[in-house]
């Protein structure tokens, strides 16, 4: 995660010829009996606009006429403008920090309810392993400091070595491409459609190695081993979405058949509290919840999950119809902060008014297709609908948190380079790391562990080579690229020596990882920041002739 700010300090640019035409000056013809007129002086240069940053020098009492006229306090994304709530508003500090917390807690609970259990459901369904359908399942990775093999006998063991040694070569290969082209200096259209070639080719590896696994396993699904169990360890704990007060177990079914009216269903389904174990926790467990209880009414509301383990599969006749209106809904409005969804189709009808009347008649087809006691064949479609729903709340939520640190990078006076190494990078990243480490928490490490590669291998093979391949035109056919600072090779470098580290240590341990290994990355990272500030602050700096 934490080195993808080596893409923020080069840009592709162009750089076409475009000719500049000065007037020339003539010289005044004089009707004047007085002679020639004085020369005018020329305007006056306008000023050049002032960085965001420069707000704190100005008095408190201007800081708010300054934010809202500067163009470069105007953030990107997002729906909520947190420079004019800062200055304008409350106190500086305040508002970001309490805004801050309440995100880690909807990115927590957006990851361990509801994106986790949505793509375990599609890997049950397509009869994926776990480490497959988070490879290419899921776009938006990073780093690599989660624990793969576990503790416990025979935990990652040699059966998950060709997975690691697959998706760590295709990374180096990403990683050792990316240093050529900032060696050379521009990217052509033969090395861009090479990044997004080698992506296809790592799917490709990635569903052969699947299916020679499962050759040599037997025709049915493999097992899981002891580090990938079939539930969750933390079974007591986990509360599943939606039923929480409807399911307490055989001792608290009734006795003579009794069938819940739709109404009682989507009451049931929709609240986030259990009242048993409301009694039986702590205070300070309740006080946690009730915080939490908002943001798992609207999550309940907009994010639909299935559940293989569940008879029923968690089938809620009337709240997945409902899911059909809100899901939709909540992807076009979260998507470029609503732009799409706010678009007019012929400058008349919204799309979020069409997305909502598509919705509403295929909720009612269903509604009346269906019944509550059992689910439909296609149920299976809810959980790809989940995954995306809930994969958009993470992306908003972590635009949001991005926003919210560089508006502290701000307040507090940092610059875009230690800003794009610290904070952005931390805040561009936490929607991934709460991904992983939910989905390791719930006894699934492997899945955690592929995804950290095959999100990463994503963003670099298409980020690149798409991004470049669309900045290119018929006329243009070369990206350039400004590696002009040190600091860039630096950042290449310690990236691809976290590799080579972990390419070595990981087999070396016989695939069995422990605290160690883990301790030994969190060090490395601590060791590379430090060398990049000091970089940055010109204390460590080339020698020049």
């Not at 420069?54 to 306090?73: A, I, L, M, Q, T």
């Not at 580290?501 to 990882?513: D, K, N, Y």
Request: a neutral charge.
């Amino acid at each position: 995660y934490f080195f993808s700010p080596i893409f923020l300090f080069f840009t592709p640019t162009f750089t076409p010829y475009t000719p500049i035409l000065t007037p020339i000056p003539t010289s005044p013809i004089s009707t004047s009996p007085h002679g020639p007129p004085p020369p005018r002086s020329a305007p006056a240069p306008p000023p050049q606009a002032l960085g965001c940053r420069e707000v704190r020098k100005h008095n408190s009492s201007e800081w708010c006429r300054f934010v809202r006229g500067n163009p470069d306090c105007r953030l990107e994304g997002g729906f909520l403008d947190y420079l004019g709530g800062v200055f304008c508003v409350f106190p500086p500090g305040l508002l970001p920090a309490l805004w801050l917390l309440y995100l880690f807690v909807i990115l927590g609970v957006t990851a361990e309810k509801f994106f986790c259990p949505n793509l375990s459901a599609i890997s049950t369904n397509l009869k994926l392993s776990h480490n497959v359908a988070v490879s290419l399942g899921r776009g938006p990775g990073g780093g690599h400091t989660h624990t793969w093999g576990g503790s416990g006998p025979g935990a990652g063991h040699w059966g998950g070595a060709l997975p690691f040694l697959r998706d760590a070569i295709f990374y180096m290969v990403a990683v050792f491409l990316t240093f050529l082209v900032l060696y050379l200096g521009r990217i052509t259209l033969g090395e861009a459609l090479g990044y997004l070639g080698l992506y296809v080719f790592y799917v490709f590896a990635v569903v052969l190695c699947t299916w020679i696994h499962r050759r040599q396993r037997g025709d049915g699904l493999a097992p899981p081993g002891p580090w990938e169990p079939e539930m969750p360890t933390d079974a007591e704990e986990r509360e599943s979405s939606g039923t929480n007060s409807g399911d307490y177990g055989e001792e608290y079914r009734p006795l003579l058949p009794y069938h819940e009216t739709s109404l009682h269903i989507l009451a049931s389904a929709l609240s986030p509290l259990d009242q048993r174990k409301w009694r039986r926790k702590p205070w300070y467990w309740r006080l946690f919840k009730v915080f939490k209880v908002p943001v798992e009414l609207v999550l309940l509301l907009t994010v639909p999950v299935v559940d293989p383990d569940k008879d029923d599969l968690n089938w809620k006749r009337p709240l997945n119809c409902l899911h059909i209106v809100t899901s939709p809904l909540l992807c076009v409005l979260t998507l470029k902060s609503g732009a799409y969804g706010l678009y007019q189709i012929q400058g008349i009808f919204p799309v979020w008014g069409l997305v909502m009347l598509v919705g509403s008649v295929l909720a009612i087809i269903i509604f009346l297709t269906t019944t509550n006691e059992e689910p439909p064949k296609y149920h299976c479609v809810f959980a790809f609908l989940g995954f995306l729903a809930s994969a958009m709340w993470i992306n908003a939520a972590a635009t949001e948190l991005v926003n919210i640190l560089r508006t502290l990078g701000i307040i507090f006076q940092l610059s875009n380079t230690v800003l794009g190494l610290t904070l952005l990078a931390w805040g561009n990243s936490i929607g991934d790391t709460f991904s992983d480490l939910t989905m390791a928490r719930q006894g699934y490490p492997r899945m955690a562990f592929s995804a950290c590669f095959g999100g990463i291998i994503f963003n670099i093979l298409v980020g690149v080579g798409l991004g470049c391949l669309l900045q290119m035109t018929s006329s243009q056919l070369v990206v350039k690229l400004e590696p002009d600072s040190l600091l860039v090779w630096i950042l290449a470098g310690a990236l691809g020596l976290s590799l080579v580290f972990s390419f070595v240590a990981v087999p070396a341990q016989c695939f069995q990882l422990g605290k160690a290994y883990g301790v030994c990355l969190i060090l490395y990272y601590l060791a590379f920041l430090c060398v990049a500030l000091l970089t940055e602050f010109r204390v460590i700096r080339l020698a020049t002739a």
